[in-house]
C-alpha cells in the first residue's frame, strides 16, 4: 500500500507516519515544507510548498491512498491569511483531487475541523448543521463540498477533528495553558469556564486514522467526527494542570464574555470501526507534561 500523506511534517502528520512506517507492507510518501527527520526504508520525503502547483509533477509512484492534512499556517490571521488559506486550505485539495481523479487513487482521507458546525453548546453530530465562521472553517467546508463532488471516482473520507492535544505540540491550546501557568501569565476564563471541548490525544487520533485507512472502500462519500469521549471546560484542565506542575495558576474569571463550546459526538466513528479512543484527559495531559 502506497499513501501520500501532506503536512507530513506538522504534529499529526509526524505522528501518523511514525505509525505506519512501523508496517513493512506500506510505503509512505510524505509532502511537506519543512524538512523530514524521519529516516526510514518506508519513508520518502518530498519537500516542497503547495503554493506551487509543481510539487505534484515531484509525486512520481502510483498512490492507493491520500491523506490530506496540510493546512495553511496563518489559520489565525482570518482576512490577513486569506490567500494563503484560500491556496493551501482549498486550492491544493482541488488539486489533489484531480490528481487523485487522473492517477485513479483508491480512497481520499481529508482533515477537516469541527468548526465547520454551527456553533451550539450542544455535543456536535455530522448531521447538524453547518455553519463556519472565519476564513480557515471556510476554506475547510468549501474543501468538504469539493471532495464530495469526487466521491464518483474514489473513496471519499472528511474527518472533523476537535481538540487534538499531545507531546510535542506547539501554539495550540492546552500548549499554551501550559506555558501560562509555568510563566505565571493570567488565563482569562469566560463565564467561568472558557471553554468546553472534547480533547482527543494524539496517539488515539492516529489510531482513528489507522482505522480507516484500513477499512474497505465501500463508502463513496462519508463524514465523521474525531474527538475524545470526555467533555471538559478549559478551567478544569488549567485546574488538573496546575495541581500536576504544583502550581497555583493566575486566574482571571471574565463573566461578561460568553463561554465557547466546540464538542463533538464520537459514536458514529466507534460504531462503525468499532474503535473507542482509550486515552482519559487526566492521563493525557500526564503524558504531555512527561509524568508517568
Known amino acids: ?18 505509525k505506519l512506517i512501523q508496517f513493512p507492507d506500506i510505503k509512505v510518501f510524505g509532502l511537506d515544507i519543512v ?42 490571521e482570518n482576512h490577513d491569511g486569506v490567500m494563503d488559506m484560500f491556496n493551501i486550505n ?44 472565519g476564513i480557515y472553517a471556510c476554506t475547510k467546508y468549501a474543501s468538504e463540498l469539493f471532495i464530495k463532488n469526487y466521491s464518483e471516482y474514489f473513496s471519499t473520507i472528511i474527518l472533523r477533528l476537535f481538540t487534538v492535544y499531545g507531546l510535542g505540540q506547539q501554539k495550540m491550546l492546552i500548549p499554551k495553558m501550559i506555558e501560562r501557568i509555568k510563566n505565571n501569565e493570567q488565563i482569562i476564563l469566560a463565564g467561568d469556564i472558557g471553554i468546553q471541548i472534547t480533547p482527543l490525544f494524539i496517539d488515539d487520533c492516529v489510531n482513528m486514522f489507522f482505522q ?43 463573566n461578561s464574555i ?24 487526566k492521563d493525557g495531559l500526564k503524558k504531555v507534561l512527561a509524568i508517568k
Request: hydrophobic share 35%; aromatic share 10%.
Open 1 to 18: 500500500m502506497k499513501i501520500l500523506i501532506t503536512g507530513s511534517s506538522g504534529f499529526i502528520g509526524r505522528n501518523l507516519v511514525n
Open 258 to 281: 460568553k463561554p465557547a463550546y466546540l464538542k463533538g459526538d464520537n459514536s458514529k466513528f466507534i460504531k462503525s470501526f468499532n474503535f473507542s479512543p482509550e486515552v482519559k484527559i
Open 35 to 76: 524538512p523530514s527527520k524521519i529516516d526510514n526504508l518506508n519513508y520518502e520525503h518530498i519537500e516542497s510548498d503547495l503554493n506551487d502547483e509543481n510539487y505534484l509533477n515531484q509525486i512520481n509512484n502510483e498512490i492507493d491512498i491520500i491523506i490530506h492534512l496540510a493546512q495553511s499556517g496563518k489559520y489565525r
Open 212 to 254: 480507516i485507512i484500513n477499512s474497505d472502500n465501500s463508502r463513496d462519500y462519508d463524514v465523521f467526527n474525531l474527538a475524545g469521549n470526555e467533555a471538559i471546560n478549559l478551567s478544569q484542565i488549567v485546574q488538573y494542570l496546575g495541581t500536576m506542575m504544583n502550581i497555583i495558576p493566575n486566574i482571571l474569571i471574565d
Open 90 to 133: 482549498l486550492k491544493s485539495t482541488i488539486n489533489l483531487l484531480e490528481y487523485a481523479r487522473k492517477k485513479q487513487v483508491d480512497k481520499f482521507i481529508f482533515a477537516s475541523t469541527g468548526n465547520v458546525y454551527k456553533a451550539t453548546d450542544k455535543i456536535l453530530q455530522e448531521t447538524d448543521d453547518c455553519s463556519p465562521y
